[in-house]
């Protein structure tokens, strides 16, 4: 049995282009990437030392108990792309496989592959190479179909690789101090795991949201569907009003107001989030500059200095309590006669009973739960009359609306049910169907409608 010998430096990492990285410097420079030059294959040898990285990491017992499969063919590579995202766009994937038939006795086979995973994201970094290391499988029926895996042999990830088209900056970190105890855990608050915002303060929405925006990509995951219905809507109230001066309510990743700006070229754009890290993150992927205003319950704006107002599934995601304070500093700030643009989720609708079913999948907590972009934390969809109230009583008057969505449409369904497994997953094929042969009825089916847009005047 042949066996490899260590190497002479540990403390460098060697450079594709010859020069030399510290471990420190390698440690803090790697990012993930998540889009690669297309077209530009990785050599075989880069391949072979991201492999023997992954062997010289620790395992229990030094057993080395794991397995790669290694997919480089780009026809497999198509063939995965529903089972396994990113698998077509990344030239080269590594699975990292254990098998069931060893002891999975002190989660010994997850601490192993962490290690040879991270071994291989670090000799990538050093390689030129952008690495990242994926959880996700959508559907390991078919991924164990195609990479022809036996019974007792799971995936326990991917990790894709390739020449990295894109530089993402450092991500925000945390605090050693917030995560560290010494001697013996000390109690300190925690985070609710309530996806209810009934359950949170909005200091806790405000923690949650920055720990979430830590993984660093732009969050563009919307439902197509309902993405471009928002956006139309949005830019069209925006162009029929004022909006010299502009007021976006708390836009978290900032995918809507990024869409949103063109409708408003002229317009001196600022808007409230719950921290700075949350409203940098925001600010980066935004067409031009925009002025942040940190919002504690008090947007700290002049009295009717705002024309126009802009709240996108916002209300869903903090307190009852903070829904009618927002609305109230909202209605301080924008001067009479001045539009609020708002879109909400109805609780009278198909969304609503999604829920329980996500419940019986066992995904319970807040890190599921079920919520539109660009929603980050708890979140509970809202009766349409509950919200018209709301406004109506802080002193808005509706002047028009748009519903849609009374069923699920195609990229929905199959959104929602790509996590499952057949015969479960064909539900999306019934769902589409009933929303093709109903379609005529969809108007008068509006009060059962998902979306809910409206444009409020002050």
Not at 184 to 213: C, E, F, G, M
Not at 260 to 266: G, I, N, R, V, Y
Not at 324 to 344: D, F, K, T
């Amino acid at each position: 049995m042949s066996t490899t010998v260590a190497p002479a430096s540990p403390d460098v990492v060697a450079l594709a282009d010859g020069r030399h990285m510290s471990v420190d410097e390698a440690i803090r420079t790697r990012r993930t990437i998540r889009s690669w030059v297309p077209d530009r294959p990785v050599p075989e040898g880069f391949i072979g030392e991201l492999l023997e990285a992954a062997l010289w990491a620790p395992s229990a017992c030094n057993m080395q108990l794991w397995d790669f499969v290694v997919v480089t063919d780009e026809a497999v590579r198509q063939q995965l792309e529903d089972a396994v995202p990113f698998a077509a766009q990344a030239p080269v994937l590594i699975f990292v496989c254990y098998s069931t038939r060893f002891s999975e006795g002190s989660f010994a086979h997850i601490q192993g592959a962490s290690a040879s995973i991270m071994n291989m994201l670090l000799q990538g970094h050093s390689l030129g190479l952008g690495g990242f290391w994926q959880a996700t499988i959508h559907d390991r029926a078919k991924l164990h179909a195609v990479l022809g895996l036996p019974d007792d042999v799971e995936v326990l990830a991917t990790v894709l690789f390739g020449y990295p088209a894109e530089q993402p900056g450092a991500p925000a970190r945390r605090d050693p101090s917030h995560m560290t105890h010494w001697q013996k855990y000390h109690a300190r608050p925690r985070l609710p795991s309530s996806p209810n915002p009934r359950d949170w303060t909005l200091a806790q929405v405000a923690d949650y949201q920055q720990a979430r925006i830590r993984a660093g990509p732009k969050y563009n995951k919307p439902i197509r569907s309902e993405f471009e219905v928002v956006t139309q809507f949005g830019q069209e109230a925006l162009r029929r009003t004022d909006s010299d001066v502009w007021l976006d309510l708390l836009p978290c990743t900032g995918l809507y107001l990024e869409h949103l700006m063109p409708a408003a070229p002229e317009a001196e754009v600022h808007f409230i989030e719950l921290s700075e890290q949350t409203a940098q993150f925001a600010q980066r992927r935004l067409p031009r500059p925009a002025q942040f205003h940190h919002y504690d319950g008090r947007i700290d704006l002049p009295d009717a200095s705002v024309d126009v107002a802009t709240c996108i599934f916002r209300l869903e995601n903090i307190p009852p309590l903070e829904r009618i304070h927002l609305l109230n500093e909202v209605h301080r700030v924008l001067r009479p006669g001045a539009a609020l643009i708002l879109a909400h989720i109805s609780r009278r609708s198909y969304f609503a009973l999604m829920q329980p079913i996500r419940w019986l999948l066992g995904r319970r907590d807040v890190q599921y739960v079920l919520s539109t972009d660009p929603s980050l934390g708890p979140f509970v969809p809202l009766m349409p009359q509950d919200v018209a109230r709301l406004a109506t009583s802080v002193g808005f008057r509706r002047e028009r609306g748009a519903r849609h969505f009374p069923l699920p449409p195609e990229d929905e369904a199959r959104h929602r049910v790509r996590a499952l497994r057949p015969p479960l997953s064909y539900a999306q094929y019934a769902m589409h169907a009933l929303y093709s042969l109903t379609r005529p009825l969809h108007r008068l089916l509006g009060p059962w409608s998902k979306l809910q847009l409206a444009v409020y005047r002050r």
